[in-house]
């Protein structure tokens, strides 16, 4: 079965970093393009996406150039880095695996149980 595992948020102060982990099981995780969305009080938002490869990535325009996606293939997980974090970045923060091998836009089969990300002074 596929399983998505996630760890990392927790309480950080205004401009500090966390690291968000995504370990992943039970299917061809090299094959299949990851993204991280996250739920606040204005909904889900997706955050960002990355390929199966790695080699192509893309943001919203709200953590651009703060948030970086990786993914390790030899140990099925995906990661994301985010720095100058800010109180608007609040929520829960959720790895998703798309529902196709060739698109992240036509959806996601498969959702972590998601984890806290808490920025405050």
């Known amino acids: 079965e596929v399983q998505l595992v996630e760890s990392g948020g927790g309480l950080v102060q205004p401009g500090g970093s966390l690291r968000l982990s995504c370990v992943t099981s039970?299917?061809?995780?090299?094959?299949?393009?990851m993204s991280w969305l996250r739920q606040t009080r204005k909904g889900l938002e997706w955050v960002s996406a990355i390929s199966g490869s790695g080699g192509t990535t893309d943001y919203a325009e709200s953590v651009k150039g703060r948030f970086t996606v990786s993914r390790d293939n030899a140990k099925t997980t995906l990661y994301l880095q985010m720095n100058s974090l800010e109180s608007e970045d609040t929520a829960v923060y959720y790895c998703?695996?798309?529902?196709?091998?060739?698109?992240?836009?036509?959806?996601?089969?498969?959702w972590g149980q998601g984890t806290q990300v808490t920025v405050s002074s």
């Open positions: 998703a695996k798309a529902s196709y091998t060739t698109s992240w836009y036509f959806g996601y089969d498969y």
């Open positions: 039970g299917f061809a995780f090299d094959d299949y393009p």
